[in-house]
């Protein structure tokens, strides 16, 4: 009797086969992406840790998916506990809890404390203030929060109707809500977990004079018995979308008439004196260094979540079989499709992109941030238009990316033991959170009396369809694009594109197959689009269509992306060897014709794709299907190097939390061992049949007695 071929067992060698197919040196690729300087040192303090926390009782996950999200809270708070335990215990650095809090992926309310409370107040805290309060905060002795976003308000800082009204008499400052809509809202670690929070409100001079947004500290709960303090009413705003982000306890908060000392005012870039006078900030623009510094940490963010979601996709494809047979004999692995391959490998090279841009940005952030302690915002503008944009870029694009991973998998995609469904779930708010400073909203409307977003990317897309505008009348005359170009001032990274409109011997370029093979192409292609878009909407500025700032915004940001890439990939031959350059290198030119081809309907619109056909008859008359065909030759020479290029990611399975995506490629062994934890199969029969389905059906059988 012939040997029945078992499926399940077959996971282990095609992945172990594919494991063993990858030509790259895999630690080494890990290494880089880790860091170009010391990933190594980087990465085994990473891997230590992981080591630590995945052996810890406490930080198990088998149970998670069957809680309620109030025991997740209670979950999370344990967890944030221990890992400081863990500090003392290990011996850990400062570096080192930062990684630990990094890699434990339950959305721990301590987040918000690090994140948004601490750095704004370290930034703008006055240095009396900061005597106070510095140590307690970086010690967790107070756990804060920041109280900007109101129920009817949120990216539209100027609209925020909370006020700190100053009294002179005892030189206090009054925090109140007037109104149901000025409830601080969304707020998160506010529900159950803050002791204190920044809170944003309007200042209020002796007099009635509204001075706009500022920043004042105010203590929530007791600091004894962690009951809330008198005159706030606070709680926890309920679950959110998909039952996403469960541990944080996003909250709300409402004042009345809550009296706070007057040096509670973050006042190190203005204040008020003692006589109600305001003292006026030395740069109106100092306080948006804390903004800036949260959304700056949100490229590698989704650097990482891609990775994330595109290693659980390619494992599982790679050791699912389904379809027509091989040459094995065998159902194909879905990854040989080009149908599907053609989809999960530019997540790799996205991952790949949006990790070493985001360790770029927050270096600049690092030379921002140095900047302004001495007063220094020249390079605020530039840094402001930069986040602005890549936060629209990849937090649109890893919801998108890690959706595409998730119905590559077919059914048991949408199993919760798939892990990629949480991940979407807890990444999918990052497209609704944004932030903008107050001042800078004024100058959002540039064309149109509605302001009606709360949170979206599209307020964001406004900054950077302003600052392009400014940038390209800085080139001509008048606000005419018909004007003759003045003499220009140096172009910034992100309207380096404009170099294009200033010299008429710079013309796109001739596109042929062989044109796809170069990154310079497609980075000439994408500044030649911006520029264009740009140019033409200057030109229509008055009569605008409903798209002009999403699309102007995209264009202008993958070209100072696309020229980062470009930057990326003449640097490989430093930090790599030749066959992992050569690899990466094609990685990044991945990312490049892929972002070309999503933006086929701007290069069309422009002419910027004048390809002719070729063969007499001409074989095809798509001028755009050599870049297709590049990108899926791309795909096909990557394909051997999918699982290598992920295992470079340095996941380990605590980590990833997937069935389907085990390193060993078990998937189906591993399905199975979660479902068995399912408790619904604890027991044979459950407690609904006596009473419910049971009486169902003896209804049933009765009606049909009858009959």
């Known amino acids: 009797m012939a040997q029945v071929h078992d499926p399940s067992k077959q996971n282990a060698v095609d992945m172990n086969k594919a494991r063993s197919a990858t030509s790259i040196d895999t630690p080494a690729v890990r290494d880089f992406l880790y860091s170009k300087s010391n990933g190594s040192a980087r990465w085994h303090q990473r891997e230590r840790i992981v080591e630590v926390l995945s052996k810890d009782p406490l930080f198990d996950k088998s149970k998670k998916l069957f809680s309620t999200r109030k025991e997740l809270y209670i979950r999370g708070q344990a967890l944030t506990k221990r890992l400081y335990e863990l500090q003392e215990i290990q011996g850990w650095s400062e570096e080192d809890i930062t990684v630990a809090l990094s890699v434990v992926d339950e959305g721990l309310s301590i987040g918000l404390h690090n994140v948004a409370f601490e750095p704004v107040f370290r930034i703008q805290a006055s240095p009396e203030l900061f005597s106070k309060y510095s140590e307690l905060i970086a010690n967790k002795g107070i756990v804060g929060c920041y109280l900007q976003t109101e ?12 006020t700190a009204t100053y009294l002179p008499d005892t030189r206090e400052f009054e925090i109140h809500s007037p109104t149901l809509t000025s409830t601080k809202w969304w707020i998160g670690a506010l529900g159950k977990t803050a002791t204190h929070g920044v809170v944003q409100a309007k200042l209020i001079l002796p007099g009635g004079k509204d001075m706009g947004p500022h920043l004042f500290l105010i203590q929530l709960r007791s600091l004894d018995t962690h009951k809330v303090l008198p005159g706030r009413i606070i709680g926890d705003i309920g679950p959110k979308a998909l039952a996403g982000f469960a541990t944080t306890d996003n909250g709300f908060a409402r004042f009345d008439h809550v009296r706070i000392p007057k040096e509670n005012m973050l006042s190190k870039f203005a204040g008020v004196t003692d006589e109600g006078k305001y003292v006026t900030p030395p740069h109106a623009k100092l306080s ?9 940490g949100m490229v590698t963010t989704a650097g990482w979540t891609i990775a994330k979601g595109a290693t659980v996709a390619i494992r599982y494809a790679t050791v699912r079989r389904q379809g027509e047979l091989g040459p094995d004999g065998l159902e194909r692995q879905t990854i040989t499709y080009p149908s599907l391959h053609v989809r999960l490998v530019p997540l790799i090279a996205r991952a790949y992109v949006f990790v070493e841009l985001g360790r770029a940005l927050t270096r600049g952030f690092d030379s921002l941030a140095r900047g302004l302690s001495s007063g220094d915002t020249s390079q605020l503008a530039e840094m ?14 890893g919801i998108q990316d890690l959706e595409t991973a998730r119905r590559s998998m077919g059914g048991h995609g949408y199993s919760a033991f798939a892990g990629v469904g949480r991940m979407y779930a807890d990444y999918l708010p990052a497209a609704t959170y944004a932030y903008l400073p107050s001042s800078l909203q004024a100058d959002f409307i540039y064309c149109s009396s509605e302001l009606r977003y709360e949170g979206e990317n599209f307020v964001l897309d406004g900054q950077v369809l302003r600052a392009a505008l400014k940038a390209f009348r800085g080139i001509f ?15 910034s990274p992100t309207s380096h594109y404009l170099r294009l409109l ?14 796809w093979t170069q990154a310079g192409t497609a980075i000439l292609l994408l500044e030649w689009r911006a520029a264009l878009i740009v140019h033409e909407c200057a030109q229509t500025l008055k009569e605008p269509d409903a798209t002009a700032t999403q699309r102007v915004s995209r264009a202008v940001t993958e070209a100072f992306v696309a020229a980062r890439v470009g930057e990326m990939i003449e640097s490989l031959g430093t930090v790599l060897k030749e066959r992992e350059a050569k690899i990466v290198g094609k990685v990044y030119l991945l990312y490049l014709l892929t972002t070309v081809e999503s933006s086929l309907v701007d290069l ?3 002419g910027l794709f004048r390809a002719t056909p070729t063969g007499n008859p001409p074989r095809s008359r798509d001028p755009t299907r050599a870049l297709r065909l590049a990108i899926a030759g791309l795909c096909g020479e990557l394909l051997p190097e999918a699982i290598g290029l992920t295992d470079a990611f340095g996941f380990s399975d605590w980590e990833l939390d997937s069935a389907l995506g085990v390193y060993d490629g078990k998937a189906y062994e591993a399905l199975w061992a979660r479902v068995q934890e399912e408790p619904l199969n604890q027991t044979e029969v459950t407690e609904a049949y006596e009473a419910s389905i049971k009486p169902l059906m003896m209804r049933g059988r009765k009606m049909v007695a009858k009959l």
């Open 384 to 397: 402001h238009v930069m986040t602005s944009g890549l936060k629209v870029l990849v937090s649109t694009t």
């Open 604 to 606: 069309l619109s422009f």
């Open 151 to 162: 129920l009817a308000h949120g990216t539209n800082v100027s609209r925020l109707e909370t």
């Open 477 to 491: 005359a008048s606000e005419s694009a018909s004007s003759s170009p003045v003499k220009a001032s140096p172009l």
């Open 502 to 515: 200033l010299d008429k011997d710079l013309v796109p370029p001739e596109l042929n197959p062989a044109s």
């Open 288 to 296: 948006y260094g804390g903004m800036l510094y949260i959304r700056s």
